[in-house]
């Protein structure tokens, strides 16, 4: 079976563009998070979808945003890129919202701003 | 607020053993436990629960403390392909696990 799959694996922008990144959660699985990973740290939570609706969000501006399709795959946008959105942007699987259900995550795309 | 992961980072030779701990400040529920290799994606290794179950599917070990709100990941007889960057994540308070709070991870390195 097909693992997590997030496109594109990279990406150069300026400050001031907006950007769209892509997954496609593991057949079957219905929730996907987003996470931010900046070098040398942590993932850092972004958004939480489950069922096409939004069920967390993290400490992020309103210049990120997502949606989830009935697919279940999923979107993030990111709008007027600074310098300090250049990180590992990583998406991750469940096959549900709750329960003891472990995240399964994609290789991630590295977004990098001039 | 973010777990506290100790030591920052470990170097071993093959056969040696490591322990990773995970700390918080606030009560533990669960805590998640994950690795990743350089330039891959975070691969999921344990998920303890309050009252000491486990769910993983590796051959580590590891413990849960609840009085202490501390986890700690035990590497034994280490391998070559244990080395990487572990991350344990921790759930908010009776929701999902789809939002975990990481710690900044540990660097265990693994030397023939």
């Known amino acids: 079976d097909a693992g997590v799959t997030q496109s594109p694996t990279h990406l150069i922008k300026t400050r001031g563009q907006h950007v769209t990144l892509r997954c496609s959660p593991i057949?079957?699985?219905?929730?996907v998070s987003w996470y931010q990973q900046v070098l040398g740290q942590g993932p850092q939570f972004i958004f939480q979808?489950?069922?096409?609706?939004?069920?967390g969000r993290g400490n992020f501006p309103d210049r990120f945003s997502a949606r989830q399709f009935p697919n279940y795959s999923s979107e993030l946008n990111v709008n007027a890129l600074l310098l300090g959105d250049s990180a590992l942007y990583l998406c991750?699987?469940?096959?549900?919202?709750?329960?003891?259900?472990?995240?399964?995550f994609g290789d991630g795309t590295r977004l990098s701003i001039l | 607020q973010q777990p506290v992961q100790s030591p920052q980072a470990v170097i071993l030779r093959e056969g040696e053993d490591a322990v990773i701990n995970c700390s918080s400040s606030?009560?533990?529920?669960?805590v998640h436990w994950y690795r990743q290799k350089h330039g891959e994606a975070p691969v999921f290794l344990m998920i303890?629960?309050?009252?000491?179950e486990q769910k993983g599917h590796e051959k580590i070990s590891a413990s849960f403390n609840e009085k202490k709100q501390q986890s700690s990941l035990y590497l034994t007889a280490s391998q070559l392909s244990y080395s990487g960057t572990y991350f344990c994540?921790?759930?908010?308070?009776?929701?999902?696990?789809?939002?975990?709070?990481f710690g900044q991870g540990t660097i265990l390195t693994v030397h023939p």
């Open positions: 991750a699987s469940s096959s549900e919202a709750f329960g003891v259900q472990p995240q399964h």
């Open positions: 057949s079957g699985h219905k929730s």
């Open positions: 979808y489950y069922e096409k609706e939004e069920r």
């Open positions: 606030k009560a533990l529920y669960s």
């Open positions: 303890l629960l309050k009252g000491g």
């Open positions: 994540g921790v759930p908010p308070r009776g929701t999902s696990y789809g939002k975990l709070t």
